[in-house]
């Protein structure tokens, strides 16, 4: 048989098809090698790699490792923005995570932190729409609705006055649900009967306070009041008193002691806060005498006091404050003011509710993740007279060594020293530094390492209110602060703090290593990366930070600065100061989610 002359483009089709796929694969290969190795977006790509692993809590080892790149500067892009279902979040106040826990005493709505393996590396972003909050004074009254877009509770207690929508704005009349009227004519009331006006109270604790319309209104009597909440169904209590420019706390009265020390406010305030004081044998209200200074008052407003179908629980109220021997100053219509007398002579051998006091080992002051107890805390168990009318008035209390510090080895001169160094260091920030302290661009500010509170006592000109934190595990002189006539909260700065995003104008640490390490060792519990994430949740956009360190560790925290987006300045210390210290001042810069 003879053989077909075929055309060369009908010969072996099957051939010629693999030859032109592997000849193509070829080419693209080289083509994306070079892609990779010669321009920006390999670096884009490999960037995103390492922030895809560091999200993953797969492999904990992996996110150490990629962290350790961070701190190094090896990581060629910013740290990637959180979803942007998480502008709000709060990672040791997370329903999602907490609400499958026991709700025995609310213990699933107290703070529950995950374990840092399981957190995502990511910052948080703002909302929608988000705008640089409005000034204070104003912002007491208005801000911006974008900027917490939750209408829950203008929706539900905007009868009651505490807040309504207006255009572009949430505007507050300063009603609450006790005092629908205004906080002013309320104050006003309680001022009958307690001295307001006049420096004898300076620091005041509201519990379950709403939008903290009460502790707003009393700034202007020189009254400082800590607000707290915990993150419940308003879901944005706190977040509101915040943005407002007032100081408040996201907390739980629930299984633990609240993070303050003993013995340290001058008022006690409930407005319809709803708290059982009563209940498990009084334990809530024992808690709210550790807190309440000898000397001070509490002050009831709501159920059950002469409440309607709450007879029993009306009466169980005041034979537990008869037990603590309270002394009955009024009571107004739904409203109870008790005064707490001094020292622990007065608790009586056989009262109703079979209270004792606590035996001498008990330290009232032990506050953070400490469980309730049952027994009356002593106040001979604190070192130092912290009796309302024995402690100065305000404001002479604010620079006179309280009892408290001059108790502590050579705590006097400690004192003195402290507060003369903090108001040299204060006034080169805002004379050298340019830090915008003293303007109305700065209203919230968080000291992260407090010790005395001199920080904020520089600041007392300023209008400006100061979150002084005491590291839990540093000593314990935060009733030292609150003797002063400031305020301020234990925390372990190795897990998140108890606040929302975007909460601080300000926030300032002096020995930002010092917080990361276990005591008397060089040995680090938690890593620079994960604390400066946490400080930007906190910030606001275009807010500042200031850190002061070793020159080694500034360095560090400039490499760490940038991953986090701050734009940073580092500057030699104040001519005055010894040691070995720079300064770094960064600005948290405004982003927004694509």
Not at 199 to 210: E, Q
Not at 496 to 507: K, Q
Request: aromatic content about 10%; overall charge positive; proline content about 7%.
């Amino acid at each position: 048989m003879g053989h077909l002359n075929l055309p060369a483009s009908k010969r072996n089709p099957r051939q010629w098809k693999l030859l032109d796929l592997v000849t193509a694969t070829f080419f693209g290969l080289v083509f994306l090698f070079f892609l990779l190795v010669f321009t920006p977006l390999g670096d884009s790509l490999a960037a995103s790699g390492r922030q895809t692993l560091l999200r993953s809590t797969s492999d904990p080892r992996q996110r150490h490792r990629l962290v350790a790149l961070i701190e190094a500067g090896q990581n060629a892009q910013p740290i990637e923005a959180c979803p942007a279902d998480e502008v709000d979040h709060m990672p040791c106040e997370d329903p999602r995570r907490n609400s499958q826990l026991s709700r025995e005493m609310n213990f699933y709505r107290e703070r529950h932190c995950p374990p840092v393996e399981d957190t995502h590396l990511c910052l948080i972003p703002p909302p929608d729409g988000y705008k640089i909050s409005v000034q204070w004074p104003q912002s007491l009254h208005k801000i911006w609705h974008a900027n917490m877009p939750h209408d829950k509770i203008a929706d539900r207690k905007g009868h009651q006055g505490w807040m309504k929508k207006e255009g572009e704005h949430f505007i507050f009349p300063g009603g609450g649900t006790m005092f629908p009227e205004g906080a002013v004519q309320y104050i006003e009331k309680l001022g009958q009967y307690i001295p307001i006006k006049d420096g004898v109270l300076r620091t005041a604790l509201d519990m379950g306070c709403g939008v903290a319309s009460w502790g707003g209104y009393l700034l202007k009597e020189g009254i400082l009041t800590l607000s707290f909440a915990p993150r419940d169904s308003h879901k944005a209590q706190i977040q509101f008193a915040l943005e407002r420019g007032v100081p408040a706390f996201v907390a739980m009265l629930g299984t633990r002691r609240l993070p303050y020390p003993a013995f340290s406010f001058d008022l006690v305030h409930c407005s319809r806060c709803l708290i059982p004081f009563t209940a498990y044998n009084a334990s809530y209200f024992i808690e709210v005498n550790r807190l309440l200074r000898p000397g001070g008052y509490l002050v009831i407003s709501g159920p059950p006091v002469q409440w309607a179908k709450q007879d029993k629980e009306w009466a169980d109220l005041q034979a537990v404050a008869r037990a603590l021997c309270y002394e009955l100053i009024a009571v107004d219509g739904n409203t109870v003011i008790w005064k707490k007398p001094a020292g622990d002579l007065c608790l009586p051998n056989q009262n109703e509710y079979g209270l004792e006091l606590c035996d001498e080992s008990d330290d009232p002051n032990d506050a953070w993740y400490f469980k309730l107890k049952k027994c009356v805390s002593r106040t001979s168990a604190v070192k130092g007279d912290c009796t309302i009318g024995t402690i100065p008035k305000w404001p002479d209390r604010l620079t006179k060594a309280p009892s408290r510090a001059v108790h502590m080895k050579n705590g006097l001169d400690l004192f003195d020293a402290d507060t003369r160094r903090w108001v040299r260091r204060v006034a080169y920030y805002k004379n050298s530094l340019n830090v915008k302290l003293g303007t109305p661009a700065i209203r919230n500010v968080m000291d992260m390492n407090a010790f005395f509170g001199s920080f904020a006592a520089a600041l007392m000109p300023d209008p400006v209110w100061v979150m002084n934190v005491v590291p839990a595990r540093k000593p314990s002189t935060l009733g030292v602060i609150y003797d002063r006539g400031l305020i301020g909260v234990y925390h372990d700065w190795c897990e998140p703090f108890s606040t929302y995003p975007r909460s601080y104008d300000l926030i300032h640490v002096a020995g930002i290593e010092s917080l990361l390490k276990m005591p008397g060792s060089s040995k680090n519990r938690c890593n620079l990366v994960d604390l400066m994430v946490e400080m930007d949740r906190i910030l606001r956009p275009e807010g500042t930070v200031i850190i002061r360190d070793s020159p080694e560790v500034i360095d560090k925290v400039a490499r760490v600065a940038l991953a986090v987006r701050w734009l940073v300045t580092i500057h030699e210390k104040e001519p005055e100061s010894s040691g070995r210290e720079k300064i770094l001042v960064a600005t948290k810069t405004f982003w927004k989610l694509h």
